[in-house]
């Protein structure tokens, strides 16, 4: 029996290859790790602080699950396991998109950060009963430069601060019909966490 390859999985390998290039011209090395969601493993921007033929490396990464388009479609759709994947990821992490070109046009690859306002569309989804959310393309950075330049601001501890308290606060907003925890982000950056006891009616 002749083993055969769907045209998703065919479709979803050259999405990878493609991102890969993509990424590359921002100096980076996309590393394909196994598929448990996660497609690569990037390392930040080399710092400019050359010393001879070298750069200094500080180590920074972040993780990139990549989704294609089906054909010449302007969107991808992720699942609720998509979802609460990109949600609990413990280190600066983005949604890649590939759009498959018709005909003679080429494929275009855009990368979208999970930010405050993705967190918030994820976290959104994940509270309703549909099963799939639909991201559009052009709600991407295809510029591999300036994508990237967003990522490394995550980085930044207290930017990374407020955006795993944003996460933390909208999963439990799907949990808890009244919240009794308030979080708070002062200017300092320090995090402070305040409880206050609802009173019984």
Known sequence: MT????????GGDNGEDEFAA???????????IK??????????????EKIGFSYNMHGNIFLVSVRSTQQSKNH??????????????????????VKRGGGKHPPSVAMRPLDGKFIE???????????SLTVNYKTGIEDPNEAVSKIRSQFNPVTWQ???LLRERLQ????ITKPIINFNVTESGVLALV????PSV
Not at 78 to 83: G, I, Q
Not at 195 to 198: F, W, Y
């Open 172 to 175: 439990l907003a799907n949990l």
């Open 195 to 198: 409880s206050e006891l609802v």
């Open 3 to 10: 083993k055969r390859a769907s045209v998703n999985q065919l």
């Open 35 to 48: 598929d448990y969601g996660i497609d690569f493993v990037c390392c930040q921007v080399p710092s400019r």
């Open 162 to 164: 407020k955006i795993h």
């Open 76 to 97: 991808v759709r992720l699942n609720r396991a998509d979802a609460e994947l990109l949600l609990r990821a413990n280190c600066p992490m983005a949604l890649g998109m």
């Open 22 to 32: 993509w990424i590359s011209r921002a100096g980076l090395a996309a590393n394909k």
């Open 121 to 131: 569309e994820l976290a959104n989804f994940l509270g309703k009963s549909q099963k």
